[in-house]
């Protein structure tokens, strides 16, 4: 049973959840799991080893859902960190709590053991993109769904406990801070006279170049003028739209397009680069003209210490311009 309990003093809201103990290595160091043929429950052949299938790509026409020949597999969480119709009791002053409802997928993007988002072609990155689009629709159809964030950890630095490539999805009954925070500002700068904030950011970001790693029609890929990480990315689509629910199948092949060189980049500067990738769209239910969606790259190369998390400041060791420039060259080699 998990539960939402807010923090007193700064009002930031936490999922309790004792079930997730039990985990592959959730206390250990991070390591790399197990290996392909042995006890890896995402692998193919393996489909018993996880809770039921929700969909699949990939399969030939009446080959039996929930067993192998997918390219992508969505299924529960089998540790979920929230559950539809999870209890709890409610927290009084002065600790606030509440239920912890939500839900919980895990998203399996190939049936390789090895590699990573990097490793995928841009037509499969294009595909994963879609197959996110559609459990986000589903997802925030649900009437107790606030949010849904799709999110990736690659490598144990940044927090994976299965080898295996694989995303996750979670949706929630309450708006992420960082979202807000993000929505807050874009309706700031239009309530200031701008149009929206990032469609701007993105159009400035291009006129000087310094920042862009890779630009295509429909999207770019940018190092964000305060990165918190080395390397760290943001890709978006040109077109303003919400999220991919309310934005065109285009719009996320756009995105690949671009994504599919700057993830290859990465991986050139460091070998199977640690990462976390997380996807931002606005509210489920929310106005779509407010928010631009838009994927957050995160390598994890460097560790987080003690002031960062006693201050919520980054201390980043690179550059974006240096890092920019960097991935541009390794974008270009590639591409030659």
């Known amino acids: 049973m998990s539960q939402w309990r807010q923090d007193p003093l700064t009002g930031r809201w936490v999922v309790i959840a004792e079930g997730r103990h039990r985990r592959p290595d959730e206390f250990a160091p991070a390591v790399a799991g197990p290996a392909a043929g042995e006890t890896c429950p995402f692998c193919p052949g393996h489909e018993h080893m996880t809770t039921p299938e929700i969909t699949a790509r990939g399969r030939r026409e009446r080959a039996p859902a929930g067993g192998p020949g997918w390219r992508m597999r969505v299924f529960g969480n089998m540790f979920p960190a929230v559950r539809p119709g999870d209890g709890g009791p409610l927290g009084e002053a002065p600790w606030p709590a509440r239920p912890g409802r939500g839900h919980h997928e895990v998203v399996v993007f190939t049936p390789e053991h090895g590699g990573g988002l990097h490793t995928l072609a841009d037509d499969d990155l294009a595909e994963l993109l879609l197959l996110l689009r559609e459990r986000m629709a589903d997802l925030a159809a649900c009437p107790e769904v606030a949010h849904v964030l799709p999110f990736f950890n690659q490598g144990g630095e940044a927090g994976a406990t299965l080898a295996h490539p694989h995303g996750q999805i979670i949706a929630t009954p309450l708006v992420p801070q960082l979202v807000a925070t993000k929505l807050e500002r874009m309706r700031q700068w239009r309530g200031e006279g701008g149009g929206c904030l990032l469609c701007d950011l993105l159009a400035r970001e291009e006129a000087t170049g310094e920042r862009i ?104 060791s690179l550059a974006p311009e240096t890092a920019a420039r960097r991935l541009r060259e390794e974008v270009a080699r590639c591409a030659s």
């Not at 303003?240 to 629910?245: I, N, S």
């Not at 407010?290 to 790259?297: D, P």
């Open 213 to 316: 790693v890779a630009a295509g029609d429909g999207a770019l890929v940018l190092a964000p003028w305060a990165s918190r990480f080395p390397c760290e990315l943001l890709a978006a689509p040109r077109r303003h739209v919400d999220g991919p629910v309310a934005g065109s199948p285009e719009d996320c092949t756009a995105v690949a397009r671009v994504l599919g060189p700057a993830l290859r980049a990465l991986a050139a500067v460091r070998p199977e680069p640690p990462l976390n990738m997380i996807l931002h769209a606005g509210p489920a239910g929310g106005p779509e003209d407010e928010f631009h969606w838009h994927l957050e790259i995160l390598p994890r190369w460097t560790r987080l210490a003690g002031f960062e998390a006693g201050s919520g400041f980054a201390i980043n």
